[in-house]
Nanobody, 123 residues
């Protein structure tokens, strides 16, 4: 059974930092595109960042460029999201995703999804 497990969410004041991690199990993820999406209450799920299987290509939503960094450690089946200079509007449930099925990296068309981890930024 393939699973993605996120961790690292929590509450932080604006300007602070958090690091989210996602560990996959049940198969090898090293060849798969992996990404992070988020969903705030009452809003649609939106793209945050994605990274290619080898880690050489990274993609970011305009809203997080320069503040968030996506990385991966294939030997650990892990992808991470370092979030700096957090803003109130970054508050959301963050989801890890793996194995893009098609379309742009920003489209939520991934085969595997984690359960999500809450990030709350207070102003």
């Amino acid at each position: 059974q393939v699973q993605l497990l996120e961790s690292g969410g929590g509450s932080v004041q604006a300007g602070g930092s958090l690091r989210l991690t996602c560990v996959g199990s049940g198969r090898t993820f090293s060849t798969l595109v992996m990404g992070w999406f988020r969903q705030a209450p009452g809003k649609e799920r939106e793209f945050v960042a994605a990274i290619s299987g080898g880690g050489g290509n990274r993609y970011y939503a305009d809203s997080v460029k320069g503040r968030f960094t996506i990385s991966r450690e294939n030997g650990k089946n892990m992808v991470a999201l370092q979030m700096n200079s957090l803003k109130f509007e970054d508050t959301a449930v963050y989801y890890c995703a793996a194995d893009r099925l098609g379309g742009p990296y920003s489209s939520p068309t991934y085969r595997y999804w984690g359960q999500g981890t809450q990030v709350t930024v207070s102003s």
